[in-house]
Protein backbone atom coordinates (compact mmCIF):
# COMPACT_ATOMS: atom_id res chain seq x y z
CA UNK A 1 0.00 0.00 0.00
CA UNK A 2 2.67 2.54 1.09
CA UNK A 3 4.61 1.50 -2.41
CA UNK A 4 1.53 2.33 -4.58
CA UNK A 5 1.17 5.56 -2.36
CA UNK A 6 5.06 6.62 -3.09
CA UNK A 7 4.48 5.58 -7.10
CA UNK A 8 1.77 7.86 -7.24
CA UNK A 9 3.53 10.56 -5.83
CA UNK A 10 6.49 10.31 -8.52
CA UNK A 11 4.22 10.20 -11.19
CA UNK A 12 2.06 13.30 -10.53
CA UNK A 13 6.08 14.62 -9.92
CA UNK A 14 7.17 13.86 -13.26
CA UNK A 15 3.61 15.12 -14.87
CA UNK A 16 3.93 18.74 -12.96
CA UNK A 17 7.55 19.05 -14.01
CA UNK A 18 6.68 18.25 -17.62
CA UNK A 19 3.78 20.07 -17.40
CA UNK A 20 6.20 23.37 -16.11
CA UNK A 21 8.67 22.54 -19.34
CA UNK A 22 5.55 22.48 -21.25
CA UNK A 23 3.77 25.62 -20.09
CA UNK A 24 7.57 27.49 -19.68
CA UNK A 25 7.78 30.67 -21.38
CA UNK A 26 10.26 30.46 -24.81
CA UNK A 27 12.77 32.78 -25.33
CA UNK A 28 12.24 34.98 -29.07
CA UNK A 29 14.32 37.76 -30.21
CA UNK A 30 13.00 41.13 -31.41
CA UNK A 31 14.00 42.35 -34.35
CA UNK A 32 17.04 44.81 -33.21
CA UNK A 33 17.35 43.43 -30.09
CA UNK A 34 20.73 40.86 -29.47
CA UNK A 35 20.66 37.71 -28.47
CA UNK A 36 21.99 36.44 -24.95
CA UNK A 37 25.63 35.89 -24.94
CA UNK A 38 26.12 32.06 -25.00
CA UNK A 39 28.51 30.81 -22.66
CA UNK A 40 32.50 30.33 -23.37
CA UNK A 41 34.65 30.41 -26.60
CA UNK A 42 34.84 27.90 -28.82
CA UNK A 43 38.85 27.70 -29.55
CA UNK A 44 38.78 26.21 -25.82
CA UNK A 45 36.80 23.17 -26.60
CA UNK A 46 38.84 23.23 -30.11
CA UNK A 47 39.82 19.75 -31.98
CA UNK A 48 43.16 18.42 -32.18
CA UNK A 49 43.22 16.97 -35.61
CA UNK A 50 40.84 17.64 -38.77
CA UNK A 51 38.15 15.12 -40.23
CA UNK A 52 40.75 14.25 -43.06
CA UNK A 53 42.68 15.67 -45.63
CA UNK A 54 46.22 16.91 -45.92
CA UNK A 55 45.53 20.76 -47.03
CA UNK A 56 46.63 20.33 -50.72
CA UNK A 57 44.29 21.40 -53.41
CA UNK A 58 43.41 18.06 -54.47
CA UNK A 59 43.41 16.64 -50.76
CA UNK A 60 42.29 19.50 -48.60
CA UNK A 61 41.51 19.50 -44.56
CA UNK A 62 37.98 18.38 -43.82
CA UNK A 63 36.24 19.85 -41.86
CA UNK A 64 32.79 17.92 -40.57
CA UNK A 65 32.53 19.91 -36.32
CA UNK A 66 32.18 23.03 -34.78
CA UNK A 67 35.37 21.89 -32.84
CA UNK A 68 37.03 21.16 -36.10
CA UNK A 69 36.02 24.21 -37.14
CA UNK A 70 37.07 26.12 -34.10
CA UNK A 71 40.58 24.36 -34.52
CA UNK A 72 41.16 26.39 -37.93
CA UNK A 73 40.21 29.79 -35.87
CA UNK A 74 42.88 29.20 -33.20
CA UNK A 75 45.83 27.46 -35.75
CA UNK A 76 45.42 30.67 -37.57
CA UNK A 77 45.11 32.83 -34.75
CA UNK A 78 48.33 31.85 -32.88
CA UNK A 79 50.49 33.39 -35.19
CA UNK A 80 52.92 30.19 -34.66
CA UNK A 81 54.96 29.78 -38.16
CA UNK A 82 53.82 26.82 -40.57
CA UNK A 83 50.68 26.20 -38.18
CA UNK A 84 48.78 29.10 -39.83
CA UNK A 85 47.96 27.39 -42.61
CA UNK A 86 48.90 29.89 -45.16
CA UNK A 87 48.12 28.51 -48.77
CA UNK A 88 46.00 25.49 -47.99
CA UNK A 89 42.65 24.50 -48.43
CA UNK A 90 39.82 23.74 -46.66
CA UNK A 91 36.54 21.97 -47.03
CA UNK A 92 33.30 21.78 -44.92
CA UNK A 93 32.00 18.40 -44.68
CA UNK A 94 28.68 18.96 -42.48
CA UNK A 95 26.29 21.72 -41.67
CA UNK A 96 27.63 23.32 -38.42
CA UNK A 97 25.80 24.89 -35.33
CA UNK A 98 27.84 27.50 -33.14
CA UNK A 99 25.12 28.67 -30.73
CA UNK A 100 26.80 26.63 -28.05
CA UNK A 101 29.76 29.14 -27.72
CA UNK A 102 30.88 32.54 -28.53
CA UNK A 103 33.16 32.51 -31.87
CA UNK A 104 36.27 33.79 -32.08
CA UNK A 105 36.85 35.01 -35.76
CA UNK A 106 39.53 32.65 -37.98
CA UNK A 107 42.00 36.16 -38.16
CA UNK A 108 41.49 37.93 -35.39
CA UNK A 109 42.68 41.15 -34.51
CA UNK A 110 43.02 44.95 -35.75
CA UNK A 111 44.72 47.10 -38.32
CA UNK A 112 45.77 49.82 -35.42
CA UNK A 113 48.09 47.16 -34.02
CA UNK A 114 48.65 43.95 -34.87
CA UNK A 115 46.39 41.18 -36.75
CA UNK A 116 46.28 37.06 -37.98
CA UNK A 117 44.90 36.69 -41.25
CA UNK A 118 43.33 33.72 -43.19
CA UNK A 119 45.88 33.62 -45.90
CA UNK A 120 44.36 30.14 -47.30
CA UNK A 121 40.88 28.74 -49.51
CA UNK A 122 37.98 27.61 -47.86
CA UNK A 123 35.11 25.88 -49.76
CA UNK A 124 31.44 25.67 -47.85
CA UNK A 125 30.50 22.50 -50.66
CA UNK A 126 26.97 24.44 -49.60
CA UNK A 127 26.66 23.55 -46.55
CA UNK A 128 25.48 25.88 -43.50
CA UNK A 129 26.88 27.49 -40.66
CA UNK A 130 23.60 28.53 -37.91
CA UNK A 131 23.89 30.14 -34.68
CA UNK A 132 27.02 32.34 -35.26
CA UNK A 133 27.97 34.94 -31.99
CA UNK A 134 30.40 37.40 -32.26
CA UNK A 135 31.40 39.89 -30.35
CA UNK A 136 34.38 42.23 -30.61
CA UNK A 137 33.52 44.82 -28.69
CA UNK A 138 36.15 44.98 -25.71
CA UNK A 139 38.64 43.87 -28.34
CA UNK A 140 37.44 46.70 -31.07
CA UNK A 141 38.94 44.09 -33.47
CA UNK A 142 37.66 42.87 -36.57
CA UNK A 143 34.35 40.47 -36.73
CA UNK A 144 32.67 37.97 -38.39
CA UNK A 145 33.09 34.11 -39.21
CA UNK A 146 36.45 35.67 -40.41
CA UNK A 147 37.96 38.74 -38.65
CA UNK A 148 40.78 39.31 -41.35
CA UNK A 149 41.09 37.17 -45.11
CA UNK A 150 44.38 38.41 -47.21
CA UNK A 151 45.40 36.33 -50.64
CA UNK A 152 49.08 37.31 -50.28
CA UNK A 153 50.41 35.03 -53.47
CA UNK A 154 48.70 35.70 -56.78
CA UNK A 155 46.89 32.40 -57.39
CA UNK A 156 43.77 33.48 -59.97
CA UNK A 157 41.64 31.05 -56.98
CA UNK A 158 38.63 31.87 -55.20
CA UNK A 159 39.27 32.36 -51.43
CA UNK A 160 36.04 31.59 -49.68
CA UNK A 161 32.89 29.65 -51.71
CA UNK A 162 29.77 27.98 -50.96
CA UNK A 163 28.99 28.86 -48.04
CA UNK A 164 26.01 29.83 -46.39
CA UNK A 165 25.58 31.56 -42.71
CA UNK A 166 22.22 32.13 -40.84
CA UNK A 167 20.85 33.54 -38.19
CA UNK A 168 24.17 35.14 -37.09
CA UNK A 169 24.86 37.73 -34.71
CA UNK A 170 27.63 39.78 -35.53
CA UNK A 171 28.86 42.94 -33.64
CA UNK A 172 32.32 44.89 -32.76
CA UNK A 173 32.75 48.52 -31.95
CA UNK A 174 36.38 48.80 -34.32
CA UNK A 175 36.63 51.85 -36.38
CA UNK A 176 38.57 52.38 -39.82
CA UNK A 177 40.38 50.29 -41.10
CA UNK A 178 38.72 47.24 -39.18
CA UNK A 179 35.23 46.16 -40.10
CA UNK A 180 32.40 43.80 -39.17
CA UNK A 181 30.27 41.48 -41.98
CA UNK A 182 28.85 38.15 -40.93
CA UNK A 183 30.92 36.53 -43.56
CA UNK A 184 34.18 38.69 -42.74
CA UNK A 185 35.51 42.04 -40.97
CA UNK A 186 37.87 42.89 -43.21
CA UNK A 187 38.77 41.37 -46.58
CA UNK A 188 41.88 41.99 -48.87
CA UNK A 189 42.95 40.78 -52.33
CA UNK A 190 40.21 38.02 -52.03
CA UNK A 191 37.58 36.19 -54.40
CA UNK A 192 34.39 35.02 -52.70
CA UNK A 193 31.66 33.03 -54.63
CA UNK A 194 28.74 32.09 -54.06
CA UNK A 195 27.86 32.72 -50.53
CA UNK A 196 24.84 33.56 -48.54
CA UNK A 197 24.09 35.28 -45.24
CA UNK A 198 21.56 36.28 -42.77
CA UNK A 199 20.92 37.74 -39.58
CA UNK A 200 22.37 40.97 -37.69
CA UNK A 201 25.13 43.16 -37.70
CA UNK A 202 25.82 46.23 -35.50
CA UNK A 203 29.22 48.20 -35.51
CA UNK A 204 30.82 51.46 -35.82
CA UNK A 205 32.82 51.99 -39.13
CA UNK A 206 32.47 50.15 -41.98
CA UNK A 207 29.32 48.41 -41.02
CA UNK A 208 28.53 45.07 -43.67
CA UNK A 209 25.85 42.35 -44.16
CA UNK A 210 28.19 40.25 -45.46
CA UNK A 211 31.48 42.36 -45.59
CA UNK A 212 32.76 45.29 -43.60
CA UNK A 213 35.41 46.47 -45.31
CA UNK A 214 37.26 45.42 -48.34
CA UNK A 215 40.44 46.37 -50.73
CA UNK A 216 40.74 44.60 -54.16
CA UNK A 217 38.22 42.24 -53.46
CA UNK A 218 36.18 40.22 -56.10
CA UNK A 219 32.63 39.29 -54.91
CA UNK A 220 30.56 37.45 -57.23
CA UNK A 221 26.96 35.82 -56.79
CA UNK A 222 26.22 36.82 -53.44
CA UNK A 223 23.57 37.25 -51.02
CA UNK A 224 22.91 38.97 -48.10
CA UNK A 225 19.22 39.04 -46.16
CA UNK A 226 20.12 41.25 -42.75
CA UNK A 227 19.33 43.51 -40.15
CA UNK A 228 22.30 46.11 -40.24
CA UNK A 229 23.16 48.99 -37.69
CA UNK A 230 25.84 51.37 -38.08
CA UNK A 231 27.56 54.70 -37.67
CA UNK A 232 29.13 55.31 -40.56
CA UNK A 233 29.86 53.41 -43.88
CA UNK A 234 27.21 50.98 -43.84
CA UNK A 235 25.95 48.65 -46.53
CA UNK A 236 23.85 45.84 -46.52
CA UNK A 237 26.16 43.81 -48.44
CA UNK A 238 29.64 45.64 -47.86
CA UNK A 239 30.20 48.72 -45.39
CA UNK A 240 33.66 50.63 -47.43
CA UNK A 241 35.13 48.91 -50.04
CA UNK A 242 38.29 49.78 -52.21
CA UNK A 243 38.75 48.94 -55.96
CA UNK A 244 36.73 45.80 -55.38
CA UNK A 245 34.68 44.40 -58.30
CA UNK A 246 30.85 42.85 -56.98
CA UNK A 247 28.89 41.21 -60.10
CA UNK A 248 25.46 39.45 -59.63
CA UNK A 249 25.45 40.07 -55.72
CA UNK A 250 22.29 41.20 -53.83
CA UNK A 251 21.55 42.88 -50.51
CA UNK A 252 17.95 42.62 -48.74
CA UNK A 253 16.95 43.26 -45.20
CA UNK A 254 17.19 46.77 -43.41
CA UNK A 255 20.34 49.22 -42.99
CA UNK A 256 20.53 51.62 -40.26
CA UNK A 257 23.34 54.09 -40.53
CA UNK A 258 25.29 57.54 -39.74
CA UNK A 259 27.23 59.02 -42.85
CA UNK A 260 27.66 57.25 -45.80
CA UNK A 261 24.93 54.46 -45.42
CA UNK A 262 23.54 52.54 -48.95
CA UNK A 263 21.22 49.59 -49.23
CA UNK A 264 24.02 47.43 -51.12
CA UNK A 265 27.17 49.44 -49.96
CA UNK A 266 28.20 52.64 -47.59
CA UNK A 267 31.35 53.82 -49.48
CA UNK A 268 32.09 52.79 -52.95
CA UNK A 269 35.95 54.43 -53.30
CA UNK A 270 38.63 54.56 -56.17
CA UNK A 271 37.80 52.81 -59.57
CA UNK A 272 35.45 50.14 -57.71
CA UNK A 273 33.01 48.71 -60.18
CA UNK A 274 29.81 47.18 -59.79
CA UNK A 275 27.61 46.11 -62.41
CA UNK A 276 24.17 43.73 -62.56
CA UNK A 277 24.03 43.60 -58.56
CA UNK A 278 20.26 44.62 -56.51
CA UNK A 279 19.10 45.96 -53.50
CA UNK A 280 15.86 45.44 -51.93
CA UNK A 281 17.01 46.63 -48.81
CA UNK A 282 15.45 49.46 -46.86
CA UNK A 283 17.44 52.26 -45.66
CA UNK A 284 17.51 54.98 -42.67
CA UNK A 285 19.81 57.64 -42.12
CA UNK A 286 20.44 59.82 -39.54
CA UNK A 287 23.53 61.35 -41.34
CA UNK A 288 24.18 62.74 -45.06
CA UNK A 289 25.02 60.15 -48.22
CA UNK A 290 22.29 58.60 -48.19
CA UNK A 291 20.70 56.72 -51.02
CA UNK A 292 18.93 53.19 -51.82
CA UNK A 293 21.97 51.83 -53.44
CA UNK A 294 25.39 53.51 -52.57
CA UNK A 295 25.51 56.30 -49.87
CA UNK A 296 28.77 57.71 -51.42
CA UNK A 297 30.93 57.01 -54.82
CA UNK A 298 34.21 59.05 -55.62
CA UNK A 299 36.91 58.48 -58.05
CA UNK A 300 36.31 56.66 -60.89
CA UNK A 301 33.77 54.49 -59.32
CA UNK A 302 31.34 52.98 -62.25
CA UNK A 303 27.54 51.10 -61.43
CA UNK A 304 26.53 49.50 -64.81
CA UNK A 305 22.63 47.68 -64.65
CA UNK A 306 22.18 47.69 -61.03
CA UNK A 307 18.54 48.33 -58.90
CA UNK A 308 17.96 49.66 -55.70
CA UNK A 309 13.84 48.93 -54.83
CA UNK A 310 14.03 49.94 -51.27
CA UNK A 311 12.20 52.95 -49.24
CA UNK A 312 15.15 55.76 -48.48
CA UNK A 313 14.77 57.62 -45.22
CA UNK A 314 16.57 60.62 -44.23
CA UNK A 315 16.35 62.51 -41.16
CA UNK A 316 19.13 64.91 -41.28
CA UNK A 317 18.42 68.32 -40.68
CA UNK A 318 21.32 70.23 -39.63
CA UNK A 319 23.40 69.51 -42.25
CA UNK A 320 23.18 68.97 -46.54
CA UNK A 321 21.45 65.56 -46.08
CA UNK A 322 22.12 64.16 -49.58
CA UNK A 323 19.68 61.66 -50.13
CA UNK A 324 18.04 59.96 -53.20
CA UNK A 325 16.83 56.51 -54.48
CA UNK A 326 19.88 55.41 -55.78
CA UNK A 327 22.79 56.96 -54.74
CA UNK A 328 24.03 59.43 -51.92
CA UNK A 329 27.11 61.66 -53.23
CA UNK A 330 28.49 60.93 -56.80
CA UNK A 331 31.87 62.02 -57.08
CA UNK A 332 33.73 62.00 -60.12
CA UNK A 333 31.68 58.69 -60.90
CA UNK A 334 29.56 57.14 -63.38
CA UNK A 335 26.31 55.27 -63.06
CA UNK A 336 24.69 53.88 -66.33
CA UNK A 337 21.73 52.23 -67.32
CA UNK A 338 20.62 51.72 -63.37
CA UNK A 339 16.82 52.37 -61.49
CA UNK A 340 15.62 53.12 -58.56
CA UNK A 341 11.96 52.41 -57.42
CA UNK A 342 11.89 53.11 -54.05
CA UNK A 343 9.73 56.09 -51.86
CA UNK A 344 12.37 58.63 -50.70
CA UNK A 345 11.48 60.70 -47.76
CA UNK A 346 13.74 63.41 -46.93
CA UNK A 347 15.66 66.68 -47.62
CA UNK A 348 15.55 70.00 -46.67
CA UNK A 349 15.40 73.19 -48.40
CA UNK A 350 18.53 74.25 -49.46
CA UNK A 351 19.37 70.19 -50.50
CA UNK A 352 16.41 68.58 -51.56
CA UNK A 353 16.02 64.78 -52.05
CA UNK A 354 16.83 63.34 -55.42
CA UNK A 355 14.50 60.75 -57.37
CA UNK A 356 17.76 59.28 -58.31
CA UNK A 357 20.92 61.07 -57.17
CA UNK A 358 21.44 63.25 -54.16
CA UNK A 359 24.28 65.21 -54.85
CA UNK A 360 26.22 65.78 -58.11
CA UNK A 361 29.28 66.19 -58.23
CA UNK A 362 31.08 66.28 -61.98
CA UNK A 363 29.06 62.48 -62.05
CA UNK A 364 28.04 61.04 -64.96
CA UNK A 365 24.64 59.47 -64.89
CA UNK A 366 22.70 57.88 -68.40
CA UNK A 367 20.29 55.62 -69.15
CA UNK A 368 19.26 55.37 -65.51
CA UNK A 369 15.52 56.20 -63.96
CA UNK A 370 13.46 57.08 -61.04
CA UNK A 371 9.69 55.91 -59.96
CA UNK A 372 8.53 59.63 -60.39
CA UNK A 373 4.67 58.18 -60.13
CA UNK A 374 5.60 57.37 -56.53
CA UNK A 375 8.11 60.17 -55.93
CA UNK A 376 5.97 63.36 -56.75
CA UNK A 377 7.61 66.35 -56.98
CA UNK A 378 11.56 65.18 -57.12
CA UNK A 379 14.05 65.60 -59.48
CA UNK A 380 16.81 63.42 -61.03
CA UNK A 381 18.97 64.72 -58.71
CA UNK A 382 18.14 67.00 -55.63
CA UNK A 383 21.37 69.61 -55.69
CA UNK A 384 23.73 69.62 -58.29
CA UNK A 385 27.14 71.00 -56.63
CA UNK A 386 29.69 70.66 -59.48
CA UNK A 387 28.06 70.47 -63.04
CA UNK A 388 27.83 66.77 -64.69
CA UNK A 389 26.52 65.10 -67.74
CA UNK A 390 22.80 64.00 -66.19
CA UNK A 391 20.53 61.80 -67.91
CA UNK A 392 17.56 60.76 -65.81
CA UNK A 393 14.42 59.53 -66.63
CA UNK A 394 11.50 60.42 -64.03
CA UNK A 395 9.15 57.42 -64.87
CA UNK A 396 6.15 55.79 -64.35
CA UNK A 397 6.06 52.69 -62.02
CA UNK A 398 5.56 50.78 -65.16
CA UNK A 399 8.05 52.60 -67.21
CA UNK A 400 10.83 52.14 -64.69
CA UNK A 401 9.85 48.76 -64.24
CA UNK A 402 10.30 47.97 -68.04
CA UNK A 403 13.90 49.22 -67.79
CA UNK A 404 14.81 47.09 -64.78
CA UNK A 405 13.50 44.60 -66.53
CA UNK A 406 15.66 44.74 -70.00
CA UNK A 407 18.99 46.74 -68.35
CA UNK A 408 19.14 44.52 -65.35
CA UNK A 409 16.95 41.07 -65.91
CA UNK A 410 18.55 41.09 -69.17
CA UNK A 411 15.11 41.18 -71.32
CA UNK A 412 11.86 40.43 -70.59
CA UNK A 413 9.86 37.27 -69.06
CA UNK A 414 7.61 36.31 -71.75
CA UNK A 415 4.46 34.97 -70.29
CA UNK A 416 1.50 32.96 -72.36
CA UNK A 417 -0.36 34.20 -75.05
CA UNK A 418 -3.20 36.64 -74.48
CA UNK A 419 -5.59 37.40 -76.49
CA UNK A 420 -8.33 40.52 -76.69
CA UNK A 421 -10.63 40.00 -78.65
CA UNK A 422 -12.34 43.12 -81.60
CA UNK A 423 -15.36 44.67 -81.33
CA UNK A 424 -17.17 45.80 -84.48
CA UNK A 425 -15.61 49.58 -83.91
CA UNK A 426 -12.02 48.97 -82.14
CA UNK A 427 -8.83 46.84 -83.09
CA UNK A 428 -7.80 43.33 -80.39
CA UNK A 429 -4.98 42.13 -79.95
CA UNK A 430 -2.52 39.55 -79.78
CA UNK A 431 0.06 39.87 -77.17
CA UNK A 432 2.74 37.86 -74.36
CA UNK A 433 2.96 39.87 -71.09
CA UNK A 434 6.14 40.27 -69.17
CA UNK A 435 5.47 38.50 -66.04
CA UNK A 436 7.70 41.17 -64.19
CA UNK A 437 6.52 44.47 -65.46
CA UNK A 438 3.70 43.63 -67.18
CA UNK A 439 5.00 45.05 -70.53
CA UNK A 440 2.74 44.30 -73.49
CA UNK A 441 5.34 42.22 -75.97
CA UNK A 442 4.84 40.72 -79.59
CA UNK A 443 1.82 42.77 -80.26
CA UNK A 444 -0.22 41.29 -83.48
CA UNK A 445 -3.04 43.57 -83.91
CA UNK A 446 -6.50 42.41 -84.57
CA UNK A 447 -8.71 44.66 -87.04
CA UNK A 448 -12.21 45.98 -85.84
CA UNK A 449 -14.58 43.78 -87.52
CA UNK A 450 -17.34 45.99 -88.63
CA UNK A 451 -21.54 46.15 -87.53
CA UNK A 452 -23.58 43.84 -89.59
CA UNK A 453 -26.91 44.92 -89.51
CA UNK A 454 -30.16 43.09 -89.07
CA UNK A 455 -32.57 43.52 -92.43
CA UNK A 456 -35.81 43.40 -89.38
CA UNK A 457 -36.92 46.34 -87.21
CA UNK A 458 -36.50 45.94 -83.47
CA UNK A 459 -38.88 47.69 -80.97
CA UNK A 460 -36.34 49.21 -78.48
CA UNK A 461 -39.30 50.71 -76.48
CA UNK A 462 -43.03 49.51 -77.06
CA UNK A 463 -45.71 52.05 -77.86
CA UNK A 464 -48.28 52.78 -74.92
CA UNK A 465 -51.55 54.22 -74.64
CA UNK A 466 -50.48 57.35 -74.03
CA UNK A 467 -46.61 57.56 -74.86
CA UNK A 468 -44.81 57.31 -78.16
CA UNK A 469 -42.65 54.32 -78.80
CA UNK A 470 -39.47 53.35 -81.31
CA UNK A 471 -37.22 51.07 -82.79
CA UNK A 472 -34.73 50.81 -84.95
CA UNK A 473 -32.18 48.51 -87.13
CA UNK A 474 -29.71 46.60 -85.01
CA UNK A 475 -26.35 45.21 -84.84
CA UNK A 476 -26.10 41.42 -84.78
CA UNK A 477 -22.87 41.40 -82.83
CA UNK A 478 -22.90 44.49 -80.35
CA UNK A 479 -25.32 47.00 -78.66
CA UNK A 480 -25.15 49.72 -81.81
CA UNK A 481 -28.06 50.80 -83.48
CA UNK A 482 -29.16 53.08 -86.48
CA UNK A 483 -32.01 54.34 -87.89
CA UNK A 484 -34.37 54.83 -85.40
CA UNK A 485 -37.95 55.88 -86.03
CA UNK A 486 -41.36 56.38 -83.87
CA UNK A 487 -44.17 54.01 -83.17
CA UNK A 488 -46.94 56.08 -82.72
CA UNK A 489 -49.12 55.88 -79.18
CA UNK A 490 -52.05 53.60 -79.12
CA UNK A 491 -54.28 55.77 -77.42
CA UNK A 492 -57.00 54.16 -75.07
CA UNK A 493 -59.18 51.47 -75.75
CA UNK A 494 -62.15 51.50 -72.94
CA UNK A 495 -64.44 48.84 -72.44
CA UNK A 496 -68.24 49.36 -71.14
CA UNK A 497 -69.72 51.46 -68.37
CA UNK A 498 -70.02 49.68 -65.28
CA UNK A 499 -71.90 50.69 -61.63
CA UNK A 500 -69.40 50.43 -58.88
CA UNK A 501 -71.70 52.52 -56.61
CA UNK A 502 -75.45 52.56 -56.59
CA UNK A 503 -77.05 55.69 -55.86
CA UNK A 504 -79.76 56.49 -53.76
CA UNK A 505 -82.28 59.25 -52.38
CA UNK A 506 -79.28 60.70 -50.09
CA UNK A 507 -76.02 59.94 -51.72
CA UNK A 508 -74.86 60.14 -55.56
CA UNK A 509 -73.69 57.21 -57.43
CA UNK A 510 -70.63 56.21 -59.43
CA UNK A 511 -69.70 54.28 -62.70
CA UNK A 512 -66.13 53.67 -64.24
CA UNK A 513 -65.16 52.08 -67.69
CA UNK A 514 -61.48 50.69 -67.98
CA UNK A 515 -58.85 50.55 -70.69
CA UNK A 516 -58.14 47.15 -71.62
CA UNK A 517 -54.50 47.83 -72.32
CA UNK A 518 -53.51 50.05 -69.41
CA UNK A 519 -56.24 49.41 -67.04
CA UNK A 520 -56.55 53.55 -67.15
CA UNK A 521 -60.42 54.65 -65.38
CA UNK A 522 -62.45 57.32 -66.56
CA UNK A 523 -65.46 57.53 -63.90
CA UNK A 524 -69.02 59.88 -63.17
CA UNK A 525 -70.93 60.26 -61.02
CA UNK A 526 -74.90 59.05 -60.92
CA UNK A 527 -77.43 61.74 -59.37
CA UNK A 528 -79.33 60.77 -56.57
CA UNK A 529 -82.88 58.94 -57.11
CA UNK A 530 -85.23 61.76 -57.47
CA UNK A 531 -88.92 60.51 -55.92
CA UNK A 532 -87.56 59.11 -52.90
CA UNK A 533 -85.65 62.67 -52.39
CA UNK A 534 -89.44 64.06 -52.69
CA UNK A 535 -90.91 61.94 -50.24
CA UNK A 536 -87.83 62.28 -47.97
CA UNK A 537 -88.17 65.96 -48.36
CA UNK A 538 -91.62 66.14 -47.22
CA UNK A 539 -91.22 64.18 -44.25
CA UNK A 540 -88.45 66.19 -43.46
CA UNK A 541 -90.45 69.16 -43.64
CA UNK A 542 -93.15 68.26 -41.32
CA UNK A 543 -90.71 67.12 -39.03
CA UNK A 544 -89.28 70.35 -39.03
CA UNK A 545 -92.49 72.27 -38.73
CA UNK A 546 -93.78 70.47 -36.03
CA UNK A 547 -90.40 70.81 -34.16
CA UNK A 548 -90.62 74.62 -34.87
CA UNK A 549 -94.68 74.70 -33.56
CA UNK A 550 -93.07 72.68 -30.23
CA UNK A 551 -90.45 75.62 -29.87
CA UNK A 552 -92.92 78.24 -30.27
CA UNK A 553 -95.43 76.95 -27.69
CA UNK A 554 -92.87 76.13 -25.03
CA UNK A 555 -91.49 79.29 -25.31
CA UNK A 556 -95.26 81.56 -25.57
CA UNK A 557 -95.90 79.98 -22.20
CA UNK A 558 -92.68 80.86 -20.38
CA UNK A 559 -93.18 84.31 -21.35
CA UNK A 560 -96.91 85.43 -21.24
CA UNK A 561 -96.81 86.94 -17.57
CA UNK A 562 -93.73 88.91 -19.51
CA UNK A 563 -95.72 90.25 -22.25
CA UNK A 564 -95.85 93.76 -22.68
CA UNK A 565 -98.11 95.46 -25.14
CA UNK A 566 -96.49 98.11 -26.73
CA UNK A 567 -98.09 101.39 -28.77
CA UNK A 568 -99.34 100.54 -32.29
CA UNK A 569 -99.10 96.74 -31.87
CA UNK A 570 -102.32 95.98 -33.99
CA UNK A 571 -101.59 91.83 -33.70
CA UNK A 572 -102.05 92.68 -29.81
CA UNK A 573 -104.83 94.60 -29.59
CA UNK A 574 -106.66 92.41 -31.67
CA UNK A 575 -105.62 89.52 -29.35
CA UNK A 576 -107.25 91.77 -26.41
CA UNK A 577 -111.00 92.29 -28.45
CA UNK A 578 -111.17 88.46 -29.18
CA UNK A 579 -110.61 88.11 -25.30
CA UNK A 580 -113.45 90.63 -24.25
CA UNK A 581 -115.71 89.38 -26.80
CA UNK A 582 -115.27 85.61 -25.27
CA UNK A 583 -115.69 86.93 -21.63
CA UNK A 584 -119.06 88.99 -22.69
CA UNK A 585 -120.45 85.34 -24.02
CA UNK A 586 -119.26 83.56 -21.28
CA UNK A 587 -121.64 86.18 -18.77
CA UNK A 588 -124.33 86.06 -20.69
CA UNK A 589 -124.55 82.61 -21.06
CA UNK A 590 -124.28 81.62 -17.32
CA UNK A 591 -127.09 84.88 -16.92
CA UNK A 592 -129.56 82.79 -18.98
CA UNK A 593 -129.05 79.57 -16.93
CA UNK A 594 -129.92 81.52 -13.67
CA UNK A 595 -133.29 82.88 -15.20
CA UNK A 596 -134.68 79.22 -16.57
CA UNK A 597 -134.13 78.52 -12.95
Same mark, same amino acid.
Given at each position: ?26 ? #???EGTAPTA ?22 ? /? ?78 ? /? ?15 ? #? ?6 ? #? ?74 ? /? ?164 ? /? ?63 SIHCSKC ?39 CRDKITE ?60 ? #? ?11
Amino acid at each position: MQKGKSMKILMIGILSLVLCAAWSPKT #VRAEGTAPTAPYGVWTDSAATEFAGGTGTKADP /YQIATAEQLAKLAADVNSGVYGKTHSGEYFVLMADLDLSAHRWIPVGNGTNASSFHTFDGFFNGANHTISGLYVDESNEQ /YSAGLFGHVTLTNAVEE #VTLQNLKV #VNAYVKTEAVDPDGVGILAGHLSNVKVRNCEVSGTVEGSENVGGMIGIASYANVKECMADVQVTGKGRTGGMTGND /YQGYYAKCQAKGKVNGGWCTGGFVGVLFVSSEVEYCKSEAEVRAYDWNCGGFAGYLEEDVQIKNCVATGDVISTVTNVLPKVSGFAGTVLTSSITDSHATGKVTGGITDCPAGGFVGSNERATVSGCSFDAEINTGLSGVGIEQAPGQIEIQAGSTKEVLANICED /YEGGHAVGEVLVVEPTCTEDGKKYQSCTRCGTELNVELIPASGHQWNSEYTVDKEATCTEDGSESIHCSKCDATKDSRKIPAKGHSYGEWVVVKEPTATAKGLKEKVCEVCRDKITEELPMLESEKKTEDSKKQDTSSKNQEKAQGKTSGKKTAKTVVKTGDDSSMAGWSLLILASAG #VFLVMQFKRKRR
